[in-house]
Each structure stands twice: as structure tokens, then as C-alpha cells.
Nanobody, 127 residues
Framework: QVQLVESGGGLVQPGGSLRLSCAAS????????MGWYRQAPGKQRELVAG???????NYADSVKGRFTISRDNAKRTVYLQMNSLKPEDTAAYYC?????????????????????WGQGTQVTVSS
């Protein structure tokens, strides 16, 4: 069983920054592939960023150059640094983990490939 605890969401003005954190427990963190999804009201869920056990990353086109995903295996935590935030980034953000298989080089891009989801943290970008 894996437990995920997200933090760092909130209200920020356009152009501002936030850093989301996701602390994991219950399994060997260093071999887990992880990511962040988001879902806005009335929109489809989308993968924002993913990171493999080997440190490979992948980003949605809409956030490239603005968001950075990283992991600290010693702290069992994955981060999402979000800069230059836009109103369209407003959504609930979910930390995800695949505890079943590890892909060293290739980021998993299908929601079905992640078997644990956090409770979600709300990010609102508004003036």
C-alpha cells in the first residue's frame, strides 16, 4: 500500500509561482515512476509532468518551459515547480505513482499506468 500526501496548492496571481510536493510512503520510493496530473472543471484529465525512476522527464506541451518536475529519493518526495502561472493552469493537481513496474527511461503517459493517486491539491491562478 502506498500513501501519497500532497501539499503546496493555493491561490496565486498570473505570472506567479507555486511548488507542489508529494510525499510517498509504503514502498521503495527510488524505483517508482511518478507524475502529476491535473483536471479542471469540464475538462479532461491530463498528464502535466512525469518522472521515471531513472530521472527521465516528460511534460505536457502547455507547461514546457514553465514547470519542472523533480524528485528527492532520500526524502521520498516528488515536486512540481510551477512558474509563470496562467489562469488556464487552474485545476486540481494529483500526484500519481506506479508501484508495479519501473520504466527507467520512458515516462508513462497513460493514467491507467499509475496505480496510486493522491487526494489532489487545488491550484487557482487568478487576479
Amino acid at each position: 500500500q502506498v500513501q501519497l500526501v500532497e501539499s503546496g496548492g493555493g491561490l496565486v496571481q498570473p505570472g506567479g509561482s507555486l511548488r507542489l510536493s508529494c510525499a510517498a510512503s509504503g514502498t521503495i520510493f527510488s524505483i517508482m515512476d511518478m507524475g502529476w496530473y491535473r483536471q479542471a472543471p469540464g475538462k479532461q484529465r491530463e498528464l502535466v509532468a512525469g518522472i521515471t525512476s531513472g530521472g527521465s522527464t516528460n511534460y505536457a506541451d502547455s507547461v514546457k518551459g514553465r514547470f519542472t518536475i523533480s524528485r528527492d529519493n532520500a526524502k521520498r518526495t516528488v515536486y512540481l515547480q510551477m512558474n509563470s502561472l496562467k489562469p488556464e493552469d487552474t485545476a486540481a493537481y494529483y500526484c500519481v505513482v506506479d508501484s508495479r513496474t519501473t520504466s527507467y527511461y520512458t515516462v508513462k503517459t497513460s493514467a491507467d499506468e499509475y496505480n496510486y493517486w493522491g487526494q489532489g491539491t487545488q491550484v487557482t491562478v487568478s487576479s
